[in-house]
């Protein structure tokens, strides 16, 4: 599952992606977009108290994660994604956050 792209996991990389990058914002999904300099894709999902308890938090990290998998095929190398969970999020099904996230993807202009 893990090939198509790599988590990110060092807290500064998520402060640099939210710093530098640029953000695209829906009501279950906020994107984050930042050019890397290697030839490979690495994600970051991250998900606040605002989203509910522990169970909604991990159901939110779940479907984004499943969602972006499905997206990963069409997206470029050489970019650092930091997907963060909403209010919404715990609700809405991964292929209704794919539609989402696929818009931004193609906004940010990083899809093949």
Same mark, same amino acid.
């Given at each position: 599952?893990?090939?198509?792209?790599?988590?990110?996991?060092?807290?500064?990389?998520?402060?640099?992606?939210?710093?530098?990058? $640029?953000?695209?914002? *829906?009501?279950?999904?906020?994107?984050?977009?930042?050019?890397?300099?290697?030839?490979? &894709? %690495?994600? /970051?999902?991250?998900?606040?108290?605002?989203?509910?308890?522990?169970? $909604?938090?991990?159901? *939110?990290?779940r479907i984004i994660r499943e969602a972006f998998r499905?997206?990963?095929?069409? &997206? %470029?190398? /050489?970019?650092?994604?930091?997907?963060?969970?909403?209010?919404?999020?715990?609700?809405v099904k991964s292929t209704d956050i794919y539609r989402?996230?696929?818009?931004?993807?193609?906004?940010?202009?990083?899809?093949?």
């Amino acid at each position: 599952m893990m090939d198509l792209f790599t988590p990110i996991k060092e807290n500064r990389d998520f402060r640099r992606i939210y710093t530098r990058g $640029k953000s695209y914002v *829906s009501p279950v999904v906020v994107t984050y977009v930042l050019k890397n300099r290697s030839q490979n &894709v %690495r994600v /970051g999902i991250t998900t606040g108290k605002k989203t509910g308890n522990a169970v $909604k938090r991990n159901r *939110s990290r779940r479907i984004i994660r499943e969602a972006f998998r499905q997206a990963a095929p069409q &997206v %470029r190398e /050489g970019f650092d994604f930091v997907l963060v969970a909403r209010g919404r999020t715990p609700f809405v099904k991964s292929t209704d956050i794919y539609r989402v996230l696929m818009r931004q993807l193609k906004d940010a202009g990083v899809l093949k």
